[in-house]
T-cell receptor, first 112, second 116 residues
Framework: GNSVTQMEGPVTLSEEAFLTINCTYT??????LFWYVQYPGEGLQLLLK?????DKGSNKGFEATYRKETTSFHLEKGSVQVSDSAVYFC???????????FGKGTLLTVNP | EAGVVQSPRYKIIEKKQPVAFWCNPI?????LYWYRQNLGQGPELLIR????????DSQLPKDRFSAERLKGVDSTLKIQPAELGDSAVYLC??????????????FGPGTRLTVL
């Protein structure tokens, strides 16, 4: 079956530090890949997505590239802010176009 | 535009008691999802509705869980009786299914259930 493995947290960084959260996946077919973010007290929000190999998703300074050869979709940001503190979830849609499989989430805390 | 609304936000009950969660999706969204998120885990799909029809309930524990989406808008998820292992956050999401393609899922804030 489909599965997503992401870097365990928590991750604590200082403001303006570089962020990487690793995500690898197992899936049959050609999944679409997503990063969701959950701010404290709020619902999950789609941060970015990529639907085919070598696509790069980007939003709010975050980027992730769909790497089929390494089955990875690592999230990066060059300079984090305190407001980026949240839980980040990597997810895939295994080709069915509706059923999302999520990783366990990574808690990011950014200190001023 | 209003987002997905869920209530209550928090619920504490004794085991063996019934509990119900309510979800109001984004206006016009024909697809509705219920997910369960255990502590330290990602959400897992319980059931998906297209309009009023449950098109995927394969992960719903049918011995104690039930759901309905009357009139294809609001939805209710019920647990009866609740067990200790049901403690989790229950998330509702909605999306628009158009022309064979599902669009982005929008999530509500969730209901945090604690079973004592």
């Amino acid at each position: 079956g489909n599965s997503v493995t992401q870097m365990e947290g928590p991750v604590t960084l200082s403001e303006e530090a570089f962020l990487t959260i690793n995500c690898t996946y197992t899936a049959t077919g050609y999944p679409s890949l997503f990063w969701y973010v959950q701010y404290p007290g709020e619902g999950l929000q789609l941060l970015l997505k990529a639907t085919k190999a070598d696509d790069k998703g980007s939003n709010k300074g975050f980027e992730a590239t769909y790497r089929k050869e390494t089955t990875s979709f690592h999230l990066e940001k060059g300079s984090v802010q305190v407001s980026d503190s949240a839980v980040y979830f990597c997810a895939l849609d295994g080709g069915s176009n509706y059923k999302l499989t999520f990783g366990k989430g990574t808690l990011l805390t950014v200190n001023p | 535009e209003a987002g997905v609304v869920q209530s209550p936000r928090y619920k504490i009950i004794e085991k063996k008691q019934p509990v119900a969660f309510w979800c109001n999706p984004i206006s016009g969204h024909n697809t509705l999802y219920w997910y369960r998120q255990n502590l330290g885990q990602g959400p897992e799909l319980l059931i998906r509705y297209e309009n009023e029809e449950a098109v995927d309930d394969s992960q719903l524990p049918k011995d104690r869980f039930s759901a309905e989406r009357l009139k294809g808008v609001d939805s209710t998820l019920k647990i009866q009786p609740a067990e200790l292992g049901d403690s989790a956050v229950y998330l509702c999401a909605s999306s628009l299914y158009v022309g064979g393609s599902y669009n982005e899922q929008f999530f509500g804030p969730g209901t945090r259930l604690t079973v004592l």
